[in-house]
């Protein structure tokens, strides 16, 4: 990692056992590897406004019961142009309803609620873009070889053959 590298401010939100190296970890349970203590459903988190230049959100959101007051918190904290980096369940795998801790799903189109050009955003003044959408193929062998022929379009029409999807936001202010 580089100075300038080192020099960013970078949050791992919910971020368990597996703190992305280089962040600054909140987790509501103190035996993780959080620096941060808090519970993520309480706000405001403890961090200033516009401090984040970078937010990673492994496997978290869909623990959290109010996607909308999470992402007005994110935005609150991360300064114009953060990178926002979303790993969560795709909404037809096992393992989205598999998890009794699981309180939401997403598809393509969940932050497109909290985009400038959705008819539907009116829940929320936080305003992101949406630089990237990926969808990642179920880790069974034979749907990763099926992967090499096929495109993703053809996976989404069959349940638990799309594991996760990955977002990459930026913060509008």
């Known amino acids: 990692m580089n100075s300038k590298e080192a020099e960013k401010k ?17 987790d509501f349970n103190p035996d993780t590897q959080a620096d941060v203590v808090h519970d993520l459903t309480r706000f405001p988190y403890p961090f200033e406004d516009n401090y984040f230049e970078e937010i990673y959100c492994r496997h978290i959101l869909e623990h959290l019961p109010d996607l909308v007051k999470v992402m007005e918190e994110l935005h609150r904290i991360a ?21 009794p801790t699981h309180v939401r799903f997403f598809t ?4 497109d609620y909290f985009t400038a050009s959705s008819a539907m955003n009116f829940y929320s003044t936080a305003r992101f873009n949406i630089l990237s959408k990926k969808l990642e193929l179920s880790s069974k062998k034979s749907v990763r070889i099926l992967g090499l022929f096929l495109p993703i379009t053809f996976f989404k ?17």
Do not use: H
């Open 79 to 99: 300064k114009p142009g953060c990178k926002i980096f979303i790993e969560a369940p795709y909404w037809s795998s096992y393992r989205a309803f598999k998890d």
């Open 108 to 111: 393509e189109d969940t932050f």
């Open 157 to 173: 029409l069959f349940n638990n053959l799309i594991s996760n999807i990955y977002f990459e936001l930026e913060v509008i202010k």
């Open 10 to 26: 970078r949050l791992d939100l919910g971020c368990g056992m597996l703190k992305k190296e280089g962040t600054i970890g909140i």
